[in-house]
């Protein structure tokens, strides 16, 4: 008995087949699906003891929004994109009420309030980071933004205040 040699098959018969072999490996559609409670694959919160999340309490990860947590190299590259709303039932704040709880919780961890309250910048190190507190549609929104500082900055501390100035000699000499 002779078998066909595979290149002497049809093209279609080949699809056709292949087709079929996908289909069958679909499985029953009766199953049942398990609710996982959504847990971003880059998230890792635990690298960042500096930046205490526990600050929002009554509120949760933003499922519209993709969070970023990671830190490489032993924590010399550190990269923090978190979005937190409130949670369903939860008491509102006011942007304001958000970044004066970090006023107090941040110090503590080292970082230095460069301006005022309600602009949300920290800096540690050569990192930066941003906390912007939103109300929209009546739901209090925190966003947390970490970047490391561009080379050459200098952080000038502005005496008396337990802030820090702008930043100066950045080594930009386009002015900008």
Known sequence: M?????????????????????????GDDDRTTTTQLYHPPAFHP????????????????????????VSYAGGAVRRFEVTMQTRPGAKDEEPIEVLTRYDTDLPAQGWTRIGEIEAGVWRKG??????????SDGQT???FHLRPLPPGTVVAPVMGTGTAGSAVGTGDKSGG
């Open 126 to 135: 050569s990192e930066e980071l941003r906390i912007v507190a939103t109300v």
């Open 141 to 143: 929104t925190v966003a």
């Open 46 to 69: 635990e690298d960042f003891p500096d930046i205490p999340l526990v600050a929002v309490s009554g509120y949760m990860l933003d499922p519209e929004v993709d969070q970023l947590a």
């Open 2 to 26: 002779r078998f066909p040699r595979i290149s002497a098959l049809s093209p279609v018969v080949v699809a056709a087949f292949a087709v079929a072999m996908v289909a069958g490996c679909g």
